[in-house]
């Protein structure tokens, strides 16, 4: 059975930095694509990054480019999103998502694999 469990969230003041991880098992980490998306109070899930089994090419929203790092360690079967310069608008529950399905930049949990989130609060 899949599992994902996301961690790192919490509180964070404009312009700061948080480091997200999720803890995948139940599948073959390594040969799986991975995305992080994220929901922000009354809004829709927004794709947020993605990355390939290899690492290579990762994509971000327009968003979040320039300001978030997605990597994984497959060795440890983990997945991370580093985020700097963080915005208000930034503030949502952040989900790690195994074979995600979006469309015009939003996304569905009627589909893929999704942990149970963590909480991201930018703030001053």
């Known amino acids: 059975q899949v599992r994902l ?28 694509a991975m995305s992080w998306a994220r929901q922000a109070p009354g809004k829709g ?3 947020v990054s993605g990355i390939f089994s290899g690492s290579s090419d990762p994509y971000y929203a327009d968003s979040v480019k320039g300001r978030f790092t997605i990597s994984r360690d497959n060795a440890k079967n983990t997945l991370y999103l580093q985020m700097n310069s963080l915005k208000p608008d930034d503030t949502a529950l952040y989900y790690c998502v195994k ?12 589909f893929g694999s999704w942990g149970q989130g963590t909480q991201v609060t930018v703030s001053s």
């Open 5 to 32: 469990e996301e961690s790192g969230g919490g509180l964070a003041q404009p312009g700061g930095s948080l480091r997200l991880s999720c803890a995948a098992s139940g599948f073959t980490f390594s040969t799986y």
């Open 45 to 47: 899930l927004e794709w």
């Open 99 to 110: 074979d995600i399905v979006c469309s015009n930049n939003l996304c569905s949990r009627d």
